[in-house]
């Protein structure tokens, strides 16, 4: 078990670019989900899937924003035409169908739009 | 509107002190709680949870309780350390079976040596 990985762990990137962050979850955790977190706010939702299916979104969740969980493992969270205000950390957390501990984090990704 | 709320951004306590760290809630329907712990450059941890069916859960130095007819639930961390210091948030989850967390905004916690 190597824990939850996300990928980059940085990403600076000019406004009007695409961006996309990869997150391997725990293996045997079919839940997986997508939050952002801005400075002095907690993690927001931004979307969840089970196995490979995506079954919530979040209105924060623009058309600009894609996430995709093929066949169930990685998962991947693309933003395009970037802007200053998607400038946030982007974690990723996975956890089991029932998990009394909550989800397991991943370390983030910083995504900083200039 | 946020549904779940740390009212106090930070605390400062004294090494072998308790800390009291609290967290209130709007959504009747929550019936599932957690605290994480958070370092800076890392993702959030989880510490520990509590059941809408208790009132109180403990582990070790950390213990919840909940309140929920005034809808109110507190972490103690006794006695302090300074590796505790950290941002502490709480969690809640709708009984909805989206096993969704939602977070409140967090209390950074320094405990002074």
């Known amino acids: 078990d190597t824990g939850v990985s996300q990928d980059p762990r940085h990403k600076i990137t000019k406004r009007g670019q695409n961006v996309t962050f990869r997150c391997d979850p725990i293996s045997e955790h079919n839940r997986l989900y997508w939050y952002r977190q801005t400075l002095g706010q907690g993690p927001e939702f931004l979307t969840y899937f089970q196995n490979e299916a995506q079954l919530e979104k979040s209105r924060l969740l623009s058309d600009r924003f894609s996430a995709e969980r093929p066949k169930g493992s990685f998962s991947t969270l693309e933003i395009q035409r970037t802007e200053q205000g998607d400038s946030a950390m982007y974690l990723c957390?996975?956890?089991?169908?029932?998990?009394?501990?909550?989800?397991?984090f991943g370390s983030g990704t910083r995504l900083t739009v200039v | 509107d946020q549904q779940v709320k740390q009212n106090s951004p930070s605390l400062s306590v004294q090494e072998g002190r308790i800390s009291i760290l609290n967290c209130d809630y709007t959504?009747?329907?929550?019936?599932?709680f957690l605290w994480y712990k958070k370092y800076p450059a890392e993702g959030p941890t989880f510490l520990i949870s509590i059941s809408s069916i208790k009132d109180k859960n403990e582990d070790g130095r950390f213990t919840v309780f909940l309140n929920k007819s005034a809808k109110h639930l507190s972490l103690h961390i006794v006695p302090s350390q300074p590796g505790d210091s950290a941002v502490y948030f709480c969690a809640a989850r709708e009984n909805s079976g989206t096993y969704k967390y939602i977070f409140g905004t967090g209390t950074r916690l320094k405990v002074l040596a």
């Open positions: 957390a996975s956890s089991r169908l029932r998990d009394s501990r909550g989800y397991t």
């Open positions: 959504n009747s329907m929550f019936d599932y």
